[in-house]
């Protein structure tokens, strides 16, 4: 994934690309381990906060 810092992703786009399920990453948005913002309804996310996070974990597994 190429990361541009205003690049938004989508729930969805983040579950695929963290290999997790929808329901677990709005559990560490609620627990503030993921930062996500709501837009129209929606939970997005900032691409380079998550690549982030995915490199982080990368390190803890």
Same mark, same amino acid.
């Given at each position: =994934?190429?990361?541009n $810092? /205003?690049?938004?992703?989508? #729930?969805?786009? %983040? *579950? +695929?690309?963290?290999? =997790?399920?929808? %329901?677990?990453?709005?559990?560490? %948005? !609620?627990?503030?381990? #993921? $930062?996500?913002? &709501?837009?129209?309804?929606? #939970? %997005?996310? $900032? *691409? *380079?906060?998550? +690549?982030?996070?995915? &490199? #982080? +974990? /990368? !390190?803890?597994?």
């Amino acid at each position: =994934m190429t990361v541009n $810092d /205003s690049k938004k992703l989508t #729930l969805d786009e %983040v *579950a +695929q690309e963290l290999a =997790m399920k929808p %329901v677990t990453i709005r559990r560490y %948005v !609620r627990e503030g381990l #993921l $930062d996500g913002s &709501e837009e129209n309804g929606h #939970l %997005v996310f $900032d *691409a *380079a906060k998550v +690549q982030r996070f995915k &490199e #982080l +974990q /990368s !390190r803890t597994r």
